[in-house]
């Protein structure tokens, strides 16, 4: 008889747990406005379309390192937009979407069972998922100070965060270099919201008013999905410490983990465009303006919430009582829960609809 041998165990995925809910927002007259996803809804730029198209009759195995190219245009994007400074273009690695990279670092970097990863109290619910995955342990903290002696492998900074929006500050970015480095630890920051600074300006870990001016045990993790929304083609790319980023070059060779050449091509597009980003940040910025007003008006307090692509707003209840309610107004939200023990308060309201259905669901929230 043949054994199955199991992977780690997981926990279910969260977003199963509104069927009930979505069901529910479902049947409101007007139909749903689903807010608990941050997946794009605004058209791809047609530059970046026609970009894709342009290769589209290569037959050939694309790069894992990407097209020199490419890594020129994210080398340059980091350096016009955020101020970032010497990356060398051979320490850029395009990735299958974020998603896939937060899942399989801690594997990738050769962490497992015995190693400790420090994940945000509260953070988006692959950062577990991957550490599990990995064998090792996660651990939720966002002072390193209650780590005591613990000398965590690798720490996970989100800045702006998903799902609060919070911003860190220079200053604390750096200390958590800085610890990180004297006990010869990883840091690895999802900035995936670093172009959606609303009430602050977000910095990148890379930039040299955190880490010295050196990039040794640092690296940034980028996603196109919400500048550029290109979530449909998985373009995200990971970039920093020279010698890690070759480490996982070579195994992402041997894996098999490449951006299809048509990708890597949008990306490039996309990282030289600053018009496209932009655009798509006016449409955030006037729907967040728009539910942020309507969600004070009905009582809500919004926390933190001064970058990214969500609003973290409670009622003074239970998250799951708030996903009820607004449910019953055809309006569809994720429960902090969904993100670490201390969300038991809030719901993540995302900027992701159409401005007919962000209207809509503003309607409905003033209308009692």
Wanted: with cysteine; hydrophobic share 45%; charged share 20%.
């Amino acid at each position: 008889m043949t054994t199955i041998h199991r992977g780690p165990q997981l926990p279910d995925f969260p977003w199963d747990s509104l069927a009930d809910h979505a069901a529910r927002a479902r049947s409101h007259p007007d139909g749903v406005v689903d807010l608990s996803i941050g997946t794009p809804v605004d058209p791809v730029p047609a530059a970046v379309q026609a970009a894709l198209t342009a290769v589209a009759d290569q037959p050939g195995y694309p790069a894992t390192h990407g097209t020199p190219a490419l890594r020129e245009a994210a080398v340059a994007a980091l350096h016009r937009r955020h101020g970032v400074t010497g990356l060398d273009p051979d320490a850029v690695l395009p990735t299958i979407g974020s998603k896939e990279l937060v899942g399989w670092l801690p594997t990738l970097l050769g962490i497992g069972a015995g190693d400790l990863v420090v994940i945000p109290e509260l953070a988006y619910p692959t950062y577990e998922v991957g550490v599990r995955l990995a064998g090792a342990t996660p651990v939720r903290a966002n002072g390193l100070v209650s780590l005591g002696p613990q000398r965590p492998a690798l720490i996970w900074l989100n800045s702006p965060a998903n799902p609060t929006g919070q911003v860190l500050p220079v200053e604390h970015l750096r200390k958590v270099v800085d610890w990180a480095r004297d006990r010869g630890a990883i840091v690895a920051s999802d900035e995936c919201y670093l172009n959606l600074g609303w009430d602050t300006e977000p910095v990148s870990i890379l930039h040299p008013s955190v880490n010295q001016g050196r990039l040794d045990g640092l690296l940034a993790v980028h996603s196109l999905s919400k500048s550029a929304n290109l979530a449909g083609y998985r373009a995200g790319f990971v970039t920093g410490d020279p010698e890690l980023v070759a480490g996982l070059l070579q195994v992402r060779k041997h894996a098999g983990m490449i951006v299809p050449r048509p990708v890597q091509a949008a990306m490039t597009e996309a990282l030289s465009n600053d018009s496209l980003v932009a655009e798509q940040r006016a449409r955030y910025a006037a729907r967040r303006e728009v539910l942020r007003a309507a969600l004070l008006a009905a009582g809500f307090t919004v926390d933190h919430s001064e970058a990214g692509l969500y609003l973290w707003a409670t009622r003074g209840e239970d998250a799951w009582d708030t996903v009820g309610w607004l449910a019953d107004r055809g309006i569809l939200v994720a429960p902090g829960t969904f993100y670490g023990p201390t969300g038991t308060r809030h719901v993540r309201i995302g900027l992701t609809a159409t401005d007919d259905r962000v209207a809509a669901a503003a309607h409905r929230l003033t209308a009692g």
